[in-house]
């Protein structure tokens, strides 16, 4: 299965900057996904990125708060705009597998807190 | 859309025990169920999955069971050890891979020496 490499680890931002975190994966693979996780909950799907198309972001995700880009095929970036304290969350990055059998596989997530 | 209802939400056993975590899924057409293990400070790791083609799949302790008529998966931990204490979550999707997961809420299973 893919390894993704995730960065920051953990970051502490000040309300109203901006923070971009980065996915590196290494293989080619069509989708890439981010998701949210607030403290002590589950997994909730923030957009889904393919290679040369816009995001697809989920209900209640928008793109100025959470623009996402997909250059190639190994790496993607989300940048979380404007933050305020209930942005503080964990963010993951995922990859499905293009040969459809493998699963999908989770980054080590980036930890942010907003001050 | 999907939603996947996991039971229950902690989970405490002694060491050498069983634990049994249980999941119910709302879309028929999902036919991928993937089980995630998060530690502390950590990503989730896919520990074992099953396709809708077959009914139970084992891996050494782990195993899951999957009822599609009834749609509802269970994970099924034997003799358990203190390194499993984690938080377990269950997914569906419709293609592994291409399409999107939809998570259950998590069960925390603490495992006692």
């Known amino acids: 299965s893919a390894v993704i490499s995730q960065k920051p680890s953990r970051d502490i931002c000040q309300r109203g900057t901006s923070l971009t975190i980065q996915c590196q994966v290494d293989?080619?693979?069509?989708?890439m996904f981010w998701y949210r996780q607030q403290p002590g909950q589950s997994l909730t799907l923030i957009a889904t990125?393919?290679?040369?198309?816009?995001?697809?972001?989920e209900s209640g995700f928008v793109i100025d708060k959470f623009p996402i880009s997909r250059p190639n095929l190994t790496f993607s970036t989300l940048t979380v705009s404007n933050m305020s304290p209930e942005d503080s969350s964990i963010y993951l990055c995922?990859?499905?597998?293009?040969?459809?059998?493998?699963?999908?596989?989770f980054g080590s997530g980036t930890r942010l807190t907003v001050v | 859309g999907e939603n996947v209802e996991q039971h229950p939400s902690t989970l405490s056993v002694q060491e050498g025990d069983s634990a049994v975590i249980k999941c119910t899924y709302s879309?028929?057409?999902?036919?991928?169920f993937p089980w995630y293990k998060q530690e502390l400070g950590k990503g989730p790791q896919l520990i074992i999955d099953?396709?809708?083609?077959?009914g139970e799949k084992k891996d050494q302790r782990i195993a899951v069971t999957l009822n599609k008529t009834a749609k509802h998966f269970s994970l099924h931990i034997t003799e358990t050890q203190p390194e499993d204490s984690a938080v377990y979550f269950c997914?569906?999707?419709?293609?592994?891979?291409?399409?999107?997961?939809?998570f259950g809420k998590g069960t925390m299973l603490l495992v006692s020496p």
């Open positions: 099953i396709r809708s083609n077959v």
């Open positions: 995922s990859v499905g597998s293009d040969r459809g059998s493998d699963g999908y596989t």
């Open positions: 879309d028929s057409a999902s036919n991928y």
């Open positions: 293989s080619q693979v069509t989708m």
């Open positions: 997914a569906a999707s419709i293609t592994s891979g291409y399409s999107t997961l939809t």
């Open positions: 990125a393919n290679q040369g198309s816009e995001a697809t972001y």
